[in-house]
Structures are given as C-alpha cells and as structure tokens.
C-alpha cells in the first residue's frame, strides 16, 4: 500500500497566504478596483511568520492576502456593479468618440450607482461597534468638509461631508457630550463620551487650501474611503438623532424670515444650521432630552469595589458640573476670532453665543448688548471698550473646559502673555514621563507655580520692612526692662533647679528601663536589595533577555530625557527669578528717587 504525501507548500502557511496577483486572477478585477474593494470590505495585507513558506519559496517581498479574506470577496455583490461600471464607461466613450449624443445622454442618465448600505452593517453589526470605530471616520470627513473641488474627488463629496460633520456637532451639543478640548498645529482636538464610548477625532484649522503635488498624498485613495465612511456617518446621525427627540435631517425650532424660506428653504436653513447656533426641532416636545435627564448611579452590595465605586460617584459628579460649564455666560465673538470651533465648545456647555451679523448668519444679539458676560479678543488691544463685561483671549475657554472649571480672567486678559496650553490627552500616571509645573498644579491643587512664591516672597519682604522699624523701636525699651528683671530672675533659678534635681533623683528609682532597638544599616539594606535584584536578573530566560535589556536601555533614555527637561526647567525658572528681582529693585530705586 503506497501512501501518497501531500505536496510542498499545500498546508500550513504555503496554503494559508495568497499574493496579490493571484488574487486579481481569481477575482478578475483591475488593481484599482480590487483596492478600492479591499478599502470598502475592510481588508487588508497580513504578514507572515515566515515569509519564505507563505511565498511557496519564491524570493523578494510581496504583498500577500489571507486566502479566506480573497474567498470572502468573492461573493461580494459589489464585483458584479464595479464590472457594470466598466461596461458603462466603454459604451460612454464609444458614443462619445461617434459623436452620438443622444446615445450618450441616455447612457449617463441610466448610469450604475454604488450602494453600501449592506456592507456598513456587515462591518458593524450593532450601534457600539460603529461608535468604537468613528475615531477615523470622523477625522477623514472633517478634513474632507475643508476641501474645494479637487480632480480626483468627486463633485459633492466635500459638500456632503460639511452637512454630516455639522449634523454631528449638532448631536454633541445637544447631548452636551463634549469632554476635552485642545488646539495644536494640527487643528482642534475634540472628545466626547457617546452611549459610553470615548471619541476623538480632529478638525483642521479654516486656512486657505493650498494644492499638494501628486506625490505628497494620494487624494483618490482617500476618497474611497470617505466613500465608504460618509455613508456610516450618515447611519449613525440618524440614529443618534432620533436617540435624543430630534428630527432628522435637522429642523430648526423658529422660522424668522417666511420669504426667504419660500425663495429657497433648503439654502436658508442649511446656512443657519451650519451657524451652530439654533436649537434643533423635537421629534415630541413632552418628551425630554435622554441627555438631559439626571440619572441615578447602580450600588451593588460589594465591599471590595467601594473605592472604585467612589471614584466613579466622584466622576459623575465632575461630568455634571461641566456640563453646565458656561451656563449663565453670554458670550460675544470678536470678528478676528475663529467662530466655528468656540461656538460648538460654548453652546456644548450651556453658553450663549453671538458674533457681528455681517460676519455669518445665525446672531443672537449686537456688541452694544449690556448684558453680555465675557467678549473673546484675539487683538493686542481695543479702542472701545465696556466696563461689564470682561475682555478675554480664546484659550480661556480651552483651558476652562479642561481644567472643569471657570479658570481667574485675569491671567487671559488683552495684552497678557498667556499661560501654557496644556494638552489634556497625556497619561499623567505614565512612568518616566517630565510633567511640567503648570500641568502638576492643575493636577494638585496644593501645588504651588514659582510665581505664586515670587509673589507671596514680595508680600513677606514688604511685610519684613514695615516690622523692621516697630522691632527697632521696641528694642531700646526691652533691653531696660530685660536688666530690672535678670536680678529678680537669677535668685528664683536657683530655688527652682534644686528642686528639680531632687525630683530627677526619685524617677530614675522608679524608672521603667526600655530595651535597645537595633539600628538598620541604609547602605548594607541597599546593598542586600541591589544583590536581589542581580539574582532576578540572572533567572530570565535566554530567549527573553535582549528584550529586557532593550527595556532597561529605553527606561534609562527616558529617565535621561525627564532630568535633562527638569535641569533647563530649572535654568529657565533661575533666569527669570532674577529678572523678576533686577525689575523689583530698579522699581524700588524709582520709588526711592521720586520721595527725595
């Protein structure tokens, strides 16, 4: 009996991997489309263990497909559209190249369409999943809503992300689910907590767009996957929408102006949805808001988690008084001031907001308005000024909602050098990592800035100066008083010291004597925990040890980065300290001048 043997490479990973090419063969399809199909399904080259049996011994390096993933893809409905895609464009250039434009008009007006519904449920069976993977969809959009009509993007893309993105700023705010703030070169950082998901996508900033070379970036790559991603957006609005009593698409609650709704209503209140401004249109007006309603923490009778259970009764409540951050505040945008991203930030915690009426539809109330709070300048100065209302720069609006709190006005007024602005997604509990004071005193409310030490050392020197000349004046007067008293004191210290010493003498009969404790030796317990330490180096296994010394020599460049940043940190603080003195006295030798 003869036993025939599999062939090389037909199990294991020879049979597991399939490359690229022999992918396209199997599928039929183009390298654009079979890209633009692994984009949409979410499939995406795997690395081998070993790349020599994955490549059935070939050499080089290939792009290399799991074999399931290529037999998924072929019962993907969407193959057959991509072909009749194909077909449409070589009978739309053949018409086109005869010169028969009825033909041709006829074919574009019966052209194929894409639909990805099905694939964005089959990505994401349920509403959490699609939340846990909104991170990049929404970064993607927002860039997109920025793009004027570009070559290889089509004609309403960038449109159609600009409505959805502000539909879903639209969602936060009437959630009021923002929770942290930052701006960077990049743009404005935003997160927020949905259904118990944390979100995190960035807006870039409103600068001109400047055109890229073809190299740079591959805008028809990206463009695909916006395809894909507009319309899970669009599935995911609506159901937070209609979570929240809203109607969708989104209706606002007041229609002012009845012309010009009549002239064109969809222009109208897209132009003042887009304002951020107007609050949205119930679904049922006796419901309340989900959002809105407080809701009552679960106590489990479990003695072991009360600690966590605090912890997360004390978030609860920090989560609701942010929530009503801005409350009471009516807020007035200068015109130099970025509108969009300090509307959404203030109306997300219960401000409300205006801006000049020539600037962009949607303003509440004029400048002149008396009863305005606070006004946002980003101008070294201002001619006209009202004394009710205090004029801030924008970044106390970031550091407030960062710091959960309504931070003093006075360190972000016009003109003033304004504080670091600290990134609010940095682990403060990582190990070896340099904090700086300002986050450390956010962090610590005991902890104290230099210049608050700076300024309590002047008021103390004040302080010392003007008890100085009431010391001196006591002095003279003490001195007479000490040498009446040192006569009459002597003679009473001898009475008392031998009665003292006779009472000495009777407790030490009766004393109790306590046992000698043994002083630990600090060098030899180091000593003793360094050779411990040796021996639990010694018991790693071989395979495991050059990667605890890559361990040990990235923890001792980053204890080296955390020293060298604290040394400059303490350079800087050094030269200012003395600048800070230098202007005290100069300021002190002035005063001193003008007296005489």
């Given at each position: 009996?003869v036993v025939i043997?599999?062939?090389k490479?037909q199990?294991?990973?020879g049979a597991?991997?399939m490359?690229?090419k022999?992918a396209?063969?199997k599928?039929?399809?183009?390298?654009?489309d079979?890209r633009?199909?692994?984009?949409?399904k979410?499939?995406?080259?795997?690395?081998p263990?070993?790349r020599?049996?994955a490549?059935k011994?070939?050499?080089?390096?290939?792009i290399?497909?799991?074999k399931?993933d290529i037999?998924?893809l072929m019962?993907?409905?969407i193959?057959?559209?991509?072909r009749d895609?194909k077909?449409?464009n070589r009978?739309v250039?053949?018409a086109?190249?005869?010169?028969?434009?009825?033909e041709?008009?006829?074919?574009?007006n019966?052209h194929?369409?894409l639909?990805?519904?099905?694939?964005v449920?089959e990505?994401?069976?349920?509403?959490?999943?699609?939340?846990?993977?909104l991170?990049d969809c929404l970064t993607?959009?927002?860039?997109?809503?920025?793009?004027?009509?570009l070559h290889?993007?089509?004609?309403?893309?960038s449109?159609l992300c600009?409505?959805l993105?502000i539909?879903f700023l639209?969602?936060i705010?009437?959630?009021k689910?923002?929770?942290?703030?930052?701006v960077?070169?990049?743009?404005?950082?935003?997160?927020a907590e949905i259904?118990?998901q944390?979100?995190t996508?960035?807006?870039?900033h409103?600068?001109?767009?400047?055109?890229?070379?073809k190299?740079d970036?591959?805008f028809?790559i990206m463009?695909?996957f916006?395809?894909f991603?507009?319309?899970?957006?669009?599935?995911?609005?609506y159901?937070?929408y209609?979570?929240?009593n809203?109607y969708?698409?989104?209706q606002?609650?007041?229609?002012?102006?009845?012309e010009?709704i009549?002239v064109?209503?969809?222009v109208?209140v897209s132009?003042?949805v887009?304002a951020?401004n107007v609050?949205?249109?119930?679904l049922?007006p006796s419901l309340q808001?989900?959002e809105?309603?407080e809701l009552e923490?679960?106590?489990?009778?479990?003695?072991g988690d009360?600690t966590?259970?605090?912890?997360?009764?004390?978030?609860?409540?920090k989560?609701k008084k942010?929530k009503k951050?801005?409350?009471g505040l009516?807020?007035?945008?200068?015109?130099?001031v970025?509108?969009e991203p300090l509307?959404f930030?203030l109306r997300?915690f219960g401000?409300?907001?205006?801006?000049?009426?020539?600037l962009?539809?949607?303003a509440t109330?004029?400048e002149?308005d008396?009863t305005?709070t606070?006004h946002?300048?980003?101008r070294?100065?201002l001619?006209?000024q009202y004394i009710?209302?205090?004029y801030v720069q924008?970044?106390?609006?970031?550091?407030?909602?960062?710091?959960?709190e309504?931070?003093?006005v006075?360190k972000?007024?016009?003109g003033c050098v304004?504080?670091p602005h600290l990134?609010?997604?940095s682990?403060s509990h990582?190990?070896?990592?340099?904090?700086?004071?300002e986050?450390?005193?956010?962090?610590?409310?005991?902890?104290?800035?230099?210049?608050?030490?700076d300024s309590?050392?002047?008021?103390e020197e004040?302080?010392?100066?003007?008890?100085e000349?009431?010391?001196?004046?006591?002095?003279?007067?003490?001195?007479?008083?000490?040498?009446?008293?040192?006569?009459?004191?002597?003679?009473?210290?001898?009475t008392?010291?031998?009665?003292?010493q006779q009472?000495?003498?009777l407790?030490k009969?009766?004393k109790?004597k306590?046992?000698e404790?043994t002083?630990e030796?600090?060098?030899e317990?180091?000593?003793?925990?360094?050779q411990e330490?040796?021996?639990?180096e010694?018991?790693i296994?071989?395979?495991?040890?050059?990667?605890?010394?890559?361990?040990m020599?990235g923890?001792?460049?980053r204890a080296?980065?955390?020293?060298l940043?604290?040394?400059?940190r303490?350079?800087?603080?050094?030269t200012e300290k003395q600048k800070?003195?230098e202007?005290?006295k100069?300021k002190k030798?002035?005063s001193l001048?003008?007296?005489e």
């Amino acid at each position: 009996m003869v036993v025939i043997g599999k062939k090389k490479y037909q199990s294991g990973e020879g049979a597991q991997f399939m490359s690229r090419k022999a992918a396209l063969k199997k599928l039929q399809l183009t390298l654009v489309d079979f890209r633009r199909l692994c984009i949409l399904k979410g499939i995406y080259p795997r690395e081998p263990r070993n790349r020599k049996r994955a490549q059935k011994g070939e050499p080089g390096i290939k792009i290399l497909y799991h074999k399931k993933d290529i037999q998924f893809l072929m019962h993907e409905p969407i193959i057959w559209k991509l072909r009749d895609f194909k077909v449409f464009n070589r009978k739309v250039g053949r018409a086109r190249a005869l010169r028969e434009f009825s033909e041709m008009k006829r074919y574009l007006n019966n052209h194929p369409t894409l639909k990805l519904d099905h694939i964005v449920k089959e990505r994401y069976p349920t509403f959490i999943d699609a939340l846990r993977d909104l991170d990049d969809c929404l970064t993607l959009c927002f860039l997109f809503s920025t793009f004027p009509s570009l070559h290889h993007i089509p004609r309403d893309q960038s449109v159609l992300c600009r409505r959805l993105t502000i539909e879903f700023l639209h969602v936060i705010i009437a959630a009021k689910a923002l929770r942290k703030v930052f701006v960077s070169i990049k743009g404005y950082y935003y997160q927020a907590e949905i259904k118990g998901q944390t979100i995190t996508w960035i807006v870039p900033h409103h600068f001109s767009f400047e055109p890229q070379t073809k190299n740079d970036v591959d805008f028809k790559i990206m463009s695909v996957f916006v395809e894909f991603y507009i319309v899970m957006l669009g599935f995911v609005n609506y159901r937070l929408y209609h979570t929240l009593n809203l109607y969708y698409p989104p209706q606002l609650t007041s229609s002012d102006n009845s012309e010009k709704i009549l002239v064109d209503e969809e222009v109208y209140v897209s132009e003042r949805v887009a304002a951020l401004n107007v609050p949205l249109v119930n679904l049922d007006p006796s419901l309340q808001n989900v959002e809105d309603e407080e809701l009552e923490m679960d106590e489990f009778a479990n003695e072991g988690d009360a600690t966590k259970l605090e912890e997360a009764r004390i978030e609860v409540e920090k989560v609701k008084k942010l929530k009503k951050l801005f409350k009471g505040l009516k807020v007035f945008l200068n015109r130099e001031v970025p509108r969009e991203p300090l509307v959404f930030i203030l109306r997300c915690f219960g401000a409300e907001v205006s801006w000049d009426k020539l600037l962009f539809v949607g303003a509440t109330f004029d400048e002149n308005d008396e009863t305005i709070t606070h006004h946002i300048v980003d101008r070294p100065s201002l001619t006209k000024q009202y004394i009710s209302r205090y004029y801030v720069q924008p970044q106390w609006i970031f550091d407030s909602v960062n710091a959960r709190e309504l931070l003093p006005v006075e360190k972000y007024f016009i003109g003033c050098v304004l504080p670091p602005h600290l990134s609010p997604f940095s682990d403060s509990h990582h190990d070896q990592i340099y904090i700086p004071p300002e986050e450390h005193a956010l962090m610590d409310s005991e902890f104290r800035l230099n210049d608050e030490e700076d300024s309590g050392e002047e008021a103390e020197e004040n302080e010392d100066e003007e008890k100085e000349d009431e010391v001196k004046e006591r002095v003279s007067e003490d001195e007479t008083e000490e040498s009446k008293e040192s006569s009459d004191m002597n003679k009473a210290d001898t009475t008392m010291n031998e009665k003292e010493q006779q009472r000495d003498r009777l407790r030490k009969k009766m004393k109790v004597k306590t046992g000698e404790v043994t002083k630990e030796d600090p060098f030899e317990k180091k000593r003793q925990e360094r050779q411990e330490y040796r021996l639990r180096e010694r018991m790693i296994k071989k395979k495991h040890r050059n990667l605890y010394r890559s361990m040990m020599e990235g923890r001792k460049q980053r204890a080296k980065e955390v020293w060298l940043l604290r040394k400059k940190r303490r350079l800087h603080d050094a030269t200012e300290k003395q600048k800070r003195k230098e202007e005290r006295k100069e300021k002190k030798l002035k005063s001193l001048n003008k007296n005489e």
